[in-house]
């Protein structure tokens, strides 16, 4: 079993935390360049019978 899921993680919170640990520990140059790399976002699209519902109709 992998160290992570032993503390309790899933992979996702894994990687989030060792990518927020690697960024920190750049130098200052380099930090700024990668915070620009912090941000997610994320489009949420719901499916109706095997097709997807453009926003405006949900």
Known sequence: MSAWRQAGLNYINYSSIAA????????????????KRN?????ITKWEAGKPIKSSEF
């Open 39 to 43: 941000d997610s976002h994320i489009r």
């Open 20 to 35: 927020r640990l690697l960024r920190q520990a750049l130098k200052a140059d380099l930090r700024t360049e990668a915070a």
